[in-house]
């Protein structure tokens, strides 16, 4: 297996001069410049004595200053913790004493909310706006540090390509790269503990399937603290020195359309709520109207009208993208159906937090309708079924992406993780001969019928959100019978 670390060294000391990273509307900097960084950071690491395996936190918005921090802890060896901003303070200061972490970067505005007298074990808080240390526990820490970094800066100005180097041969694949905390349906989130090897599976898998050429642009809009937006949008181009630019505000439709028609993406990687808001507010409306709606049914006029949805959708995101990924959750069929149907180049992957995240995929040409793909390389998928391809069963994952488990939580995790080392998902699916997986839905959401049938309440719910007025529902069984709450 490569390692992820010295995969990132070679790919900043090859890109040295090329544009590594932009804050939309923002300044940018190079490879170069993001190799110094890093090299910055494990200067002051090392000042706080952080050894190998110690925890740092990392809260706020995508942002280049963000990934300063988690791209020095990957690379220094110690395990970072990244948080979701929408978080409530009482769950931030939860995670951050539960991971044990030690220093913690927060943006100022997140850090006015939190009460820093409940975080017992950090040696120090650090502004992720500005580095300026906001709490110190180390005798004349701040006056000390903020010396030590002005003059470490200035002495790397000159540091050149061939200077460069990472710490990676101290960091072993099984060690624990990073932390990341799931927002549970109920209690406290747990603690995902992804191990490098998780990381440098994806990104390999990522680079040989996935289409990306160095200097391509991308768009991070995706929480960079979730594993999906990470590893997709972050750890994936930055290993083949693509310039991704980080969106720091919520990707409302207006603001994604402008951002995609200035920086036009190679590569989209998306939710499935924004794909199904761009259809239901764009594209039903116009092939719902009368004439259009009757024009579509006679050949001929149908393959006109849909080259020009297709033209339409592709100046929409940028008209310079090779395809557009869907993750994170399940796609509406309808919505899936329609794309299809147009031959837009649209794909739906599969995976959890739990495997860093992918677990399955498959190129939109080789992709069947209300599939998710086939199970990546580097891992093996089984369906828990007597008979997989028409009576659905849990998905069952082994392989180098899966996790190491629950971070002080061993009971979940033996749940989780059975002896033969297969990582029980959750998951219901079906798996065709050829191997491509169909999800049907939680295994804790069936929901059995009067009759002994099994119902899937996505499926219920999928249908009833192609009803006009419906924006989302959630469908359970109330007094024998199956209701829907409806969100307009």
Known sequence: ????????????????????????????????????????????????????GDKIALLGRNSIHWVYVYLSALSYGAV?????????????????????????????????????????????????????????????????????????????????????????????????????????????????????????????????????????????????????????????????GCHITFLPMIPSPKILLKAFDGIKPRLVNMVPLIIEKIYRKKIQPAIGKGAVKILTSVPGMRELIYKKIKRSLYESFGNNFLEVIVGGAPLNPEVERFFKKIKFPLSVGYGM??????????????????????????????????????????ILVKGDNVMLGYYRNKAATEEAIDKDGWLHTGDLALMDKEGYLYIKGRSKNMILGASG????????????????????????????????LVYP
């Open 80 to 240: 970072v913790v990244p948080i979701l901003p929408d978080f409530h303070p009482e769950d931030i200061q939860h995670i951050v004493n539960h991971s044990d972490a030690i220093l913690f970067f927060v943006s100022d505005s997140i850090y006015d909310r939190i009460d820093e007298t409940s975080l017992k074990k950090l040696k120090a808080i650090f502004s992720l706006e500005t580095f300026d240390i906001l709490m110190s526990r180390i005798s004349g820490g701040k006056k000390e540090i903020d010396h030590f970094s002005d003059s470490f800066r200035e002495d790397y100005k000159s540091l050149s390509a061939g200077e460069f180097a990472l710490p990676w041969k101290s960091i072993r694949a099984d060690d624990c790269a990073a932390i990341v905390y799931t927002s549970g349906t109920s209690g406290l989130s747990k603690g995902v503990m992804i191990p490098y090897r998780s990381l440098a599976v994806n990104v390999r898998y990522s680079r040989e399937n996935m289409p990306l050429e160095p200097g391509d642009n991308i768009l991070s809009f995706l929480p960079l603290a979730h594993a999906y937006g990470c590893t997709i949008d972050l750890l994936f181009p930055l290993s083949r």
């Open 353 to 394: 937090t739990e495997c860093g995240p992918l677990i399955s995929y498959a190129s939109w040409d080789r992709h069947p309708h209300g599939s998710v793909g086939k199970a990546m390389d580097y891992c093996k998928v089984r369906v828990v079924s007597s008979q997989p391809d028409k009576v659905p069963g849990e």
């Open 1 to 52: 297996m490569d390692h992820l670390i010295q995969e990132y060294e070679e790919v900043i000391r090859r890109s040295w001069d090329r544009k590594a990273l932009s804050d939309y509307q923002g300044k940018s900097i190079t490879y170069g410049e993001l190799g110094r960084e890093m090299l910055l950071f494990h200067a002051l690491f090392k000042q706080f004595n952080i050894k190998k």
């Open 453 to 484: 049938q099994n119902i899937y309440p996505e499926e219920v719910e999928n249908k009833v959100n192609n009803l006009p007025f419906v924006l989302e529902s959630l469908v359970m069984l109330r007094d024998g019978g199956l209701m829907a």
